[in-house]
Structure formats: structure tokens, C-alpha cells
């Protein structure tokens, strides 16, 4: 639900940033254009009326102190011919301060009118000529207004006006132009952002996602490879490092055990070979139940469950109350678990598990509790009495260098402790593969030997019966 509401994508979201961006910038550019335009137009117009004054400059002054605009009119009606832009030409004389009369025009019923200029003098004083929007006769124009001089003092003025109907078509021109570029700029930088987003951000992040989802449905493949050179590929390693804890996991998964969850034999192998390979120090304890069979036959193959569930259970919790933090719980077979942790630690560990073993166990049997045994009639209807389950731990280390260089050589020293005391003593059982092997061997008594045998059959067949049912 959350992904079909979420209609952006980082795609969208990045290149919406980018169109902002470049749309401001383009605007901006667009206004600087524009008022670079209009600078440049205004320009060639002054440079165009300053044309007009040099030709008229000294026909203007004798126009104004003679008042003849014959010779000048001529003139003038040459000028506008070459000049489509200029609307009008107007020279006026300083009746007053700040008063002219305008004493020509080539607009003829102009000619008598008062114009007012304020601080006409002081102006001209700041500046050479005075210019700037206004409008004649609804016509929107810029004038150029040229004081006439006699004796340093102003006479008149000649008055340019041009009509700003060609400034404005420029200007149009222009904006249109901009506009175009501005679109066909914007469309450019889209799409060849859109074409690097697609090949660096959008199609890597859509095979993450694909990858990821691979991995949510258990299928583990082959390395990423995004062919990019950003965060993105630090990112696809990280992936490729999760890849391959959830492989190993998987592996693990595999192999566990089904009732207790634990891993098995491969994962020990794999566990103590690694800590023999970096030169670490560890201990190990290997715990084998005994008498299990009996139990089975006597319960049944479903309450046979209850016997791997209850032993997993003493484990952990004596590996908290202990406080082992760092260890290694495996389930190499049926009847057989191997715990891994720190050398010093196997001791009281082993130890206590005995103790709680043969403590709790009892749980597990009915009525047989209290008697410390067994029992069940055979084919022949004869009762057999067999010992409640006990476990025999093993224990050994590595403190000694080079006396462990693989899985095999603690397999090998397990196998030979458990040779020693597994068929002999009664019970459970925790004993240093050092101390182990430096006690004298008790034998055995030879009828029991032979109890073991005949009851051993009885258990086999027994136990194939059920099977078979």
C-alpha cells in the first residue's frame, strides 16, 4: 500500500530541483539579457541623436537667435527620411527660467507651446543632455533634449524625439528569442540530465531493489555490479557483504537441526578450524547422551523429542547463569552436541550441566524417578531394566600450541576419552581430556559386559519394531 501511495521517486524529486533551478537561472539570464538589449538599443539611439546634433548644432543656435528655419526645415526633413525611428524634431527657445517655447517642429501646430522644465540650468550643469521616457500625443517615445548655448548661457534646447514602436518590436523580438533559447536549453538540460540520473542514480537503485527482493524471497546470487563509481557502489557492497552472511545463515539453516534449531556438524568444523587458522585460544566441551534408547522405547518416538529439547534448554541456561557470553552451541548428532567458548570456562560449565543433568532429568520419566531405572518386558515377556539417560562430557583446549591443528585432531582426542569412560562408568560424567588420558583405564566387569550386550539387542530390536509401525 505505503509503495502504490508513493508516486515519487528520487528520480523526480532531483530533476524537479534541477528544473527549478535552471529555470531561475534562466530568468535571471533572460532579464540580464533583456536589459543589456535595452542598453545596447539606447545606446545606438544616443549615438544616433548625437548625429543629429553635429549635422543641426550650428543651424540650431542661428535658427533660435534669427528664428529662420528655412535652410534648417530642408535639413531636417532629410534627416527624418533617413531616420524612420525619429518621430519628431522640436527646437525650443528660453523665454522664461525653466519655460521654453518651441519656435519649430516638424509637427507644425506644435509650434507656440510652453514646455516647463524644473532647475533647467542646474541640470545642465550635471548633465549633457537630458533624456528619458514621456509620451506625445498617446505615442510612447524617448527624447533627447540638446541645450543651445550663447555666451556659456542656455538660449534653447533641440528636442529629438524618437518613437519607441521599434524599441518595443526589438524588445519583443527579443523575448521571443529568449524564450526560445531559454525552452530549447531547458529540454537540452533535461534530457541529458534525465539520460545521467537514469544510468547513475535510477537504474542502480531499481537493481538494488531487485536484489534486495531477491534476498527476501531466499534466492542469494551472483555479485552486484552497477558499473557507476559513487555512493550507490558502496552501497551494492555493502549488499554483496549481507549476501553472504544471509548465504551463510542459509547454509546454517540447512543444516540445523529440526527440533533444536542447531547448527550441525558443518558449522563446528567450519568454527574450529577458523579459530585454529587466526591462532585463537578456545575450549570445548563435547556432551554425549547416554540410555537415550530406552526412554523411546519406553515413551515413544514422539516424547524422544522432549529428550533433545530438554538437554538444548540446560545448556543455555546454564551458559547464562554461568554468564558465558561468547560461545558456540552445534548439534554434530542425535545424541551428540559440541559447546564452544573460552578455555578457562569449561570446567565449571561442564560441571554444572552434570550436576543439572542428573538433577533434571528426572523430569522426564514417570514412576522410574525414584527406582534410578527402567524398565519393559521383551518378546519373550521377561522384564529388562535399563539406567535413566546420563550425559558424558568431554572437555579439552588449546593451550598448548600445535597440539590442535584441525577439527580431526579434537575429533580424535574426543573419541579417545569417550572410548575410555563412555562404556564404563554409570552416570553422567565430566572429564579433562588431560586428565583423562593420564588415569588408569577401570575395566569393566565381565558380566556386565554381557548384560550390556543381550540388552543392547533387546533395546535394537525393539526400537526397529517401532520404526516399522
Known sequence: MLNKKRKTTILLDFLLVVIIT????????????????????????????????????????????????????????????????????????????????IIYSNQKEEIGNILKIKNLNSRFLEEKVLK??????????????????????????????????????????MMIGNLIISIISLIIIIAVTTIM??????????K?????????????????????????????????????????????????????????????????????????????LSL??????????????ANGEDILRFISQLIQETLESQKIEKKVLTQVRENHFILIMGPDEIKKVGEEIVKKFDKEVLSLYGEEENSGYISFKNKKGEDKKYPIMSVTIVGLDNKIRGELLTYKDVEDRIMEIEKEYYEVQEGSLYINYEEGKNTKRVEPKKENKEKKIETDDDLLSGLEEMEDD
Do not use: C
Not at 550507490?232 to 534449531?261: N, Q, Y
Open 132 to 173: 528619458g521616457e514621456s509620451r506625445h500625443e498617446d505615442i510612447t517615445t524617448y527624447d533627447y533634449i540638446y541645450p543651445m548655448m550663447e555666451n556659456e548661457k542656455i538660449i534653447g534646447v533641440l528636442n529629438i524625439v524618437i518613437s519607441l514602436k521599434e524599441v518595443k518590436k526589438y524588445s519583443k523580438k
Open 208 to 284: 538494488i531493489r531487485e536484489e534486495v527482493r531477491k534476498i527476501k524471497e531466499g534466492e542469494i546470487s551472483y555479485e552486484i555490479n552497477l558499473n557507476v563509481h559513487n555512493e550507490l557502489e558502496s552501497l551494492a557492497e555493502e549488499i554483496d557483504d549481507l549476501k553472504g552472511s544471509v548465504w551463510e545463515r542459509t547454509l546454517e539453516d540447512r543444516f540445523a537441526h529440526p527440533i533444536t534449531g542447531l547448527p550441525g556438524l558443518m558449522s563446528v568444523i567450519e568454527k574450529i578450524n577458523e579459530m585454529i587458522e587466526k591462532d585463537k585460544f578456545f575450549g570445548l
Open 288 to 301: 554425549e547422551l547416554k540410555n537415550t534408547e530406552p526412554y523411546i522405547l519406553s515413551y515413544g518416538l
Open 22 to 101: 535552471i529555470t531561475i537561472l534562466i530568468s535571471m539570464l533572460t532579464y540580464f539579457n533583456i536589459k543589456t538589449g535595452y542598453k545596447i538599443l539606447h545606446n545606438e539611439l544616443s549615438k544616433r541623436s548625437e548625429y543629429i546634433v553635429r549635422i543641426l548644432n550650428e543651424d540650431v543656435e542661428n535658427a533660435i537667435k534669427r528664428s529662420n528655419f528655412y535652410k534648417l526645415n530642408n535639413l531636417i526633413e532629410k534627416l527624418l527620411g533617413k531616420n524612420g525611428d525619429i518621430y519628431k524634431i522640436m527646437i525650443q527657445k528660453l523665454v522664461k527660467e525653466d519655460e521654453l517655447e
Open 197 to 206: 540520473l537514469m544510468k547513475r542514480i535510477y537504474n542502480p537503485i531499481n
